[in-house]
């Protein structure tokens, strides 16, 4: 039993974790978050395509020049398909 009640605490000690603060009580954020901050967005890219990303969140640009190439090739596909018939 002891054994259990040791491991849950080491468990719930691992979940809450320890964070830096100010004398004020803030958190003191890393130099990642300080300079990815929704201020300071970078791009990413991912699987050919750009992705923005800001405080651990992303999202497609939908204007990267690999998806414009991809949708260019498509339609010219398309074209000629439907010149064909």
């Not at 970078?42 to 992705?51: A, G, K, N, P, W």
Request: a positive charge; proline letters at 2%; glycine letters at 4%.
């Amino acid at each position: 039993m002891k054994k259990i009640i040791t491991l849950i605490a080491l468990a719930a000690l691992m979940m809450v974790g320890c964070m830096k603060t100010k004398e004020n009580g803030e958190p003191i954020l890393s130099d990642y978050y300080r300079e990815h901050s929704v201020e300071n967005p970078f791009i990413q890219v991912l699987d050919s395509c750009e992705y923005v990303c800001w405080n651990n969140r992303m999202a497609h640009k939908g204007n990267c020049r690999f998806c414009k190439e991809r949708r260019q090739k498509e339609l010219k596909e398309l074209v000629e398909q439907l010149k064909e018939k």
